[in-house]
């Protein structure tokens, strides 16, 4: 779960629907993107979306999103 994500958007106020309307996906999308169970590995324009709906730097998408893969990795080898 990227609660990086869920966090900021219940820090804003939003639903996933409102993130997702923002971004033009469907909220079931925007739900797996938050669950981890899509974008797998994030593409830029889905990290601009974000940027943009959440109000949050590229950059610290950037940065949660490679400590999001560094724990995925771990659990797998532990």
């Known amino acids: ?3 990086y994500l869920k966090a900021r958007r219940k820090e804003k106020g939003l ?3 409102d993130v997702a309307a923002s971004m033009g996906i469907s909220r079931n999308y925007y739900n797996y993107i938050e669950a981890g169970k899509r974008q797998s590995r994030m593409d830029y324009e889905t ?3 974000l940027s943009k709906a959440l109000s949050l730097p590229v950059k610290q998408i950037v940065e ?3 400590a999001y893969i560094e724990s995925l990795y771990q ?3 532990a």
């Open 64 to 66: 949660s999103e490679k």
């Open 75 to 77: 659990n797998i080898l």
């Open 15 to 17: 639903k996933q629907s």
């Open 47 to 49: 990290m601009e979306k």
């Open 1 to 3: 779960m990227r609660e």
